[in-house]
């Protein structure tokens, strides 16, 4: 789950940075490693802030192994 790494999928297409971002260096730095961690391990990223893509998702009691 992304937290508030991103809020909306168009941020992480884009690149795109809240404009009240506290520290964007710092936010760009835990991107990247994200990304990196993403494209190495092969997991899917939840970015909770997104409706339709939360939609899908399993709700309880169902569950992901």
Request: glycine fraction near 4%; aromatic fraction near 12%; charge should be neutral.
């Amino acid at each position: 789950m992304s937290g508030d790494l991103y809020h909306y999928p168009e941020e992480r297409k884009l690149n795109r940075f809240p404009t009240r971002e506290f520290n964007k260096d710092q936010t760009a730095a835990s991107r990247a490693a994200i990304e990196g961690f993403l494209k190495e391990s092969g997991a899917q990223l939840w970015i909770e802030h997104d409706i339709n893509a939360n939609a899908k998702l399993s709700k309880a009691p169902k569950y992901y192994e």
